[in-house]
């Protein structure tokens, strides 16, 4: 979607624009590496995705090059922007807020599984929101009564430990935190899921389509998309600071039917009725 809405734009890769990667490759602490490499090249704009982290390493390697971020963390929160309308600095965005609808996604969670007195947490202690998604959790659960249980270890080598670890303290749902890394791992860790009997929500479409029986969030297609055209116009010669962060507005409630009947869920009707997409 980026780079189709950037060749929208007038700028076609390997025609008259360039794009260079950098991949992480989920661990965090290359990020600063990774962006001091693109600013030693002399880019004409960053564009950064996955999250705050490469935004935050970008801002930190340069004020002067123009970043376009795609993120679903509080930008202003993680000192990215001033504010949505006035980002300020060198830094705007396309925004897809996942980590906003924590209270949400735990509702829908707690009508897809009503009999669960434990939900389990999968929360990726790298990640550099994972602390104030964990407070947000508690106080969302707080709120209405429930139990969670949140594991101490979620690397690629530790996801399966973490479940676990999890299905020991007696979790019978999960919920997974917004985290691009969980996304780039999203088929390992919904097969872990269903391995453990674990029925579970994600933040993103992306999750239910590879096999997750529930998914509540912004589209990352529309962000991207939304990246693509921020770009372009960068290129043309707009300042970042004066592009207004894109936030969505409207959010998808996606369910795979097939795995909620292979876990053995009858998707409630208050659920069904609020579907955007059911995949069969």
Do not use: C
Not at 80 to 104: D, E, Y
Not at 110 to 129: E, K, M, Q, T, Y
Not at 183 to 195: G, P
Not at 210 to 228: E, I, M, T
């Amino acid at each position: 979607m980026f780079r189709k809405e950037l060749g929208e734009t007038g700028y076609v890769d390997d025609r008259n624009v360039a794009i260079e990667y950098r991949w992480a490759a989920g661990q965090y602490d290359r990020l600063p590496t990774l962006a001091a490499e693109l600013v030693e090249r002399g880019v004409s704009v960053i564009v950064a995705t996955g999250g705050n982290p490469p935004a935050q390493a970008a801002k930190a390697a340069t004020s002067t090059i123009p970043i376009v971020f795609i993120s679903g963390g509080d930008s202003i929160a993680g000192g990215l922007v001033a504010s949505f309308s006035r980002p300020g600095g060198n830094v705007t965005a396309g925004s897809w807020l996942a980590t906003t609808l924590v209270p949400k996604r735990l509702d829908f969670l707690r009508r897809l599984v009503p009999n669960a007195a434990v939900i389990g947490v999968l929360v990726n202690p790298s990640f550099v929101d994972h602390e104030l998604q964990v407070r947000e959790l508690q106080e969302a659960a707080a709120t209405i009564g429930q139990q969670i249980k949140v594991p101490s270890s979620a690397t690629a080598d530790g996801l399966d430990t973490a479940l676990v670890s999890l299905v020991q303290q007696g979790a019978r749902a999960l919920y997974v935190a917004n985290d691009p890394y969980f996304l780039s791992r999203r088929d390992q860790i919904i097969a872990l899921a269903a391995h453990h009997a674990l029925p579970a929500i994600y933040f993103a479409r992306e999750f239910a389509v590879s096999g997750g029986p529930l998914s509540y969030g912004a589209s990352l297609a529309d962000a991207n998309r939304q990246g693509g055209i921020y770009t372009g116009k960068v290129l043309k010669g707009a300042l970042p600071a004066d592009l207004p962060i894109w936030q969505p507005s409207t959010f998808e409630l996606v369910i795979n039917l097939k795995t909620a009947k292979a876990l053995g869920i009858e998707v409630p009707p208050t659920i069904y009725a609020l579907a955007d997409e059911v995949i069969e």
